[in-house]
């Protein structure tokens, strides 16, 4: 059937959306999008790998202090890939497939000169940033901020595409685009780090050269790929209605993301002040429990799919039902995920280095780490039902809440008695406490749409 289902054009999987059993649809469309979480989550542990054994400690610090700042600068791009989700999803629900591609021409071509626009930004941002780090890792944070600007185009590619792949119920080509990543990154990593022997420099050159092949592979499976689903630039021309609408309903999720990214900024910083053995400690253990966090949320594009798709058609009540379905899977995912790396905690972190000082904090944070996976992930996916619903707000806020409030201010009350490991367990804190408060707002929100789709957008013909 799995098979059955990748060769079904975009009509044929909205039917089967919209009328077939809902778990069993769930978990069908949930298959790419798990593999392409695994595949997501095994790429930071490679870097790791290699900059951690081969890079050093000091390297290692400097690209786990830099990944929240780019993430911030990057923000934008997971707001436009929410919205181009939310509203291509829902033109696809009512069948108006000519009207989805047009919107996704429009979002692909603005996301991209977006990212252009914007990485100037972080190679200027790169100079405040590192003058004002732990002397230790100064230099190479600056290297690899400025470095990363010229991957920031492509990284806003790659948002937009998983947005609109998801949209028409084809994540497959999403887990596609995301497994051949991960191997131009393997090899990158191996020539420039291990075999040039680049260190930060090399890191951030596997991540350019790996997004510009993938950024080639895209552009022909969205452009020149004969398919039902191709898109076609002659002729374009910007349509000032649907950049406002997407940026409408967008802006919150960049908001999210730049507010939580700028929260695991500053908790960065409250773990810089012990150290680079301990934020580099810190560093890995995110890197392992990258796996534990990604994969339970993978549940929600499937879910986002599936309530866009239905409340596109008018069927709230069996979008709901989506959705209690997909926290139902992730919750188990992500049991089975605790009950594994538990244990093997200990023989994971110490493939990455063999520095008791290191190791001694990467395990400790491992351990608090991986029991909050469950709160997160029915977090995730029930914020994606939102997101389904056009209500983008409301992942905002929470977004805020969970790591400024939950997280944060956690961190800045008991770091005098608990020391670092107060950003641990405020993980810990944080993000059963948000999947609590995403559970009582789903309960009570309205499950119509909420987008502002007053008239139909029409393909220009000019």
Same mark, same amino acid.
């Given at each position: 059937m799995k098979a059955g289902f990748l060769s079904l054009n975009t009509s044929r999987r909205r039917d089967i959306i919209l009328s077939g059993p809902i778990l069993s649809t769930v978990m069908l469309l949930s298959v790419p999008t798990l593999m392409m979480g695994l595949v997501q989550s095994v790429m930071p542990l490679i870097d790791g790998l290699f900059i951690n054994n081969l890079?050093?400690?000091?390297?290692?610090?400097?690209?786990?202090?830099?990944?929240?700042?780019?993430?911030?600068?990057?923000? %934008?791009?997971?707001?436009?890939?929410? %919205?181009?989700?939310?509203?291509?999803?829902?033109?696809? /629900?009512?069948?108006?497939?000519?009207?989805? #591609?047009?919107?996704?021409?429009?979002?692909?071509?603005?996301?991209?000169?977006?990212? @252009? !626009?914007?990485?100037?930004?972080?190679?200027?941002?790169?100079?405040?940033?590192?003058?004002?780090?732990?002397?230790?890792?100064?230099?190479?944070?600056?290297?690899?901020?400025?470095?990363?600007?010229?991957?920031?185009?492509?990284?806003?590619?790659?948002?937009?595409?998983?947005?609109?792949?998801?949209?028409? /119920?084809?994540?497959?080509?999403?887990?596609?685009?995301?497994?051949l990543?991960?191997?131009?990154?393997?090899?990158?990593?191996?020539?420039?780090?291990?075999?040039?022997?680049?260190?930060?420099?090399?890191? %951030?050159?596997?991540?350019?050269?790996?997004?510009?092949?993938?950024?080639?592979?895209?552009?022909?499976?969205?452009f020149l790929k004969i398919s039902d689903d191709k898109?076609?630039?002659?002729?374009?021309?910007?349509?000032?209605?649907?950049?406002?609408?997407?940026?409408?309903?967008?802006m919150p999720s960049m908001l999210t993301s730049l507010m939580v990214n700028l929260g695991f900024f500053l908790i960065n910083n409250e773990v810089e002040k012990y150290g680079?053995?301990?934020?580099?400690?810190?560093?890995?253990?995110?890197?392992?429990?990258?796996? @534990?966090?990604?994969?339970?949320?993978?549940?929600?594009?499937?879910?986002?799919?599936?309530?866009?798709?239905?409340?596109? %058609?008018?069927?709230?009540? #069996?979008? !709901?039902?989506? @959705?209690?379905?997909?926290c139902a899977v992730s919750s188990v995912a992500a049991a089975a995920l605790i009950a594994t790396v538990v244990p093997l905690s200990p023989y994971l972190t110490v493939l990455f280095t063999r520095q008791p000082d290191v190791l001694a904090v990467a395990n400790r944070a491992l351990h608090i780490y991986t029991y909050s996976v469950i709160g997160f992930g029915i977090c995730a996916v029930e914020i994606s039902a939102f997101i389904g619903l056009g209500r983008t707000v409301l992942p905002l806020i929470v977004g805020v809440?969970?790591?400024?409030?939950?997280r944060y201010v956690f961190i800045l009350l008991t770091e005098r008695f608990l020391g670092v490991d107060s950003v641990f367990w405020g993980n810990l804190f944080s993000n059963y406490a948000a999947a609590a408060i995403t559970t009582f707002m789903l309960m009570r929100v309205p499950w119509v749409s909420a987008l502002p789709l007053t008239k139909k957008v029409q393909k220009s013909d000019r």
């Open positions: 890079a050093g400690t000091v390297a290692a610090s400097s690209v786990t202090y830099c990944t929240p700042v780019i993430a911030m600068v990057a923000a %934008a791009a997971q707001g436009l890939g929410a %919205a181009s989700m939310a509203m291509i999803g829902q033109m696809n /629900g009512r069948g108006e497939y000519s009207n989805a #591609k047009y919107i996704a021409t429009q979002v692909i071509v603005s996301g991209f000169l977006l990212g @252009c !626009l914007l990485a100037p930004f972080l190679l200027i941002i790169a100079f405040p940033i590192s003058s004002h780090v732990n002397y230790e890792i100064s230099s190479d944070v600056f290297t690899y901020l400025a470095l990363n600007s010229l991957v920031l185009p492509f990284t806003f590619l790659e948002a937009v595409y998983n947005g609109i792949k998801n949209s028409s /119920g084809k994540p497959e080509a999403t887990f596609y685009r995301m497994l990543l991960l191997l131009l990154k393997f090899v990158f990593n191996f020539l420039f780090i291990d075999i040039i022997s680049l260190g930060v420099v090399g890191a %951030a050159l596997s991540s350019l050269f790996a997004n510009l092949f993938i950024s080639v592979w895209m552009y022909f499976e969205l898109l076609e630039l002659r002729g374009f021309r910007f349509d000032v209605d649907v950049l406002r609408e997407l940026f409408h309903i967008g680079a053995p301990t934020l580099n400690g810190q560093g890995i253990a995110s890197s392992i429990t990258s796996v @534990c966090f990604i994969l339970p949320s993978s549940f929600g594009a499937a879910v986002t799919t599936m309530v866009s798709m239905n409340i596109g %058609a008018g069927n709230g009540k #069996k979008a !709901l039902k989506c @959705c209690i379905a997909g809440m969970r790591i400024w409030l939950l």
